[in-house]
């Protein structure tokens, strides 16, 4: 019993402790803390981001909350993490600022749609949300660290972040049209091909009407 109870409450930790990541890492930054001091923290949580999911399904301990709390977690995580290279690499801030922008309005723009049609936010988890996630918080990485370290990480940083950035444009389109491609609300949808295979199951069941 004590073991089931820590397989259900560890994911929940490393979520929650993602979470609560994203501010400390602002914090951090305006207290002066080093590039790669910030750039650990970032690794921890991404880190946390790859296993959270991962041991739930393993110890059958996923749910809905859970799922949807993830989600939730990645967002401040990332807004937080975002903010600190922001003011720690001002210069490649510069040039990326842009298409950060476009992608944080496309996942306003989905929040919405997902209220609109679900009542609640989506969390598909898909591969191509994992992909980018993974590509720029490795380019943050690269980028916070580049000071210290050898000239290449800079060069390193840029491409991760390009590519990342560019994947993750993509990435909001894909939960975009899931958004509006699936019937009801379903966590942990993978791609756009699984998104329209789960619509015809679920049309073929008559569930036509989303549900909240």
Not at 84 to 104: H, K, N, Q, S, T
Request: charged share 20%; aromatic share 8%; net charge neutral.
């Amino acid at each position: 019993m004590r073991m089931l109870n820590l397989r259900r409450l560890f994911p929940w930790c490393l979520a929650l402790g993602r979470g609560l990541l994203g501010p400390v890492l602002v914090l951090c930054q305006a207290s002066g803390w080093s590039g790669p001091a910030l750039a650990s923290m970032v690794v921890v949580g991404l880190v946390s981001d790859i296993f959270d999911g991962a041991l739930a399904r393993r110890w059958k301990t996923d749910t809905d909350a859970l799922r949807l709390t993830d989600s939730m977690t990645d967002i401040i995580f990332y807004l937080g993490a975002g903010y600190a290279f922001a003011l720690e690499c001002p210069d490649l801030w510069d040039i990326y600022r842009p298409v950060v922008g476009a992608m944080i309005a496309l996942e306003a723009l989905r929040f919405i749609a997902d209220l609109a049609r679900f009542r609640r936010p989506s969390s598909y988890h898909a591969f191509l949300s994992k992909l980018a996630g993974l590509l720029i918080s490795l380019g943050v990485v690269a980028a916070l660290t580049a000071d210290e370290g050898p000239d290449i990480l800079l060069a390193v940083a840029g491409a991760l972040l390009t590519v990342g950035l560019g994947v993750g444009i993509l990435s909001q389109l894909e939960g975009l049209l899931m958004t509006f491609i699936l019937p009801r609300w379903r966590r942990d949808v993978r791609s756009l091909a699984a998104a329209l295979r789960l619509r015809r199951e679920l049309l073929t069941d008559g569930e036509i009407i989303p549900t909240p």
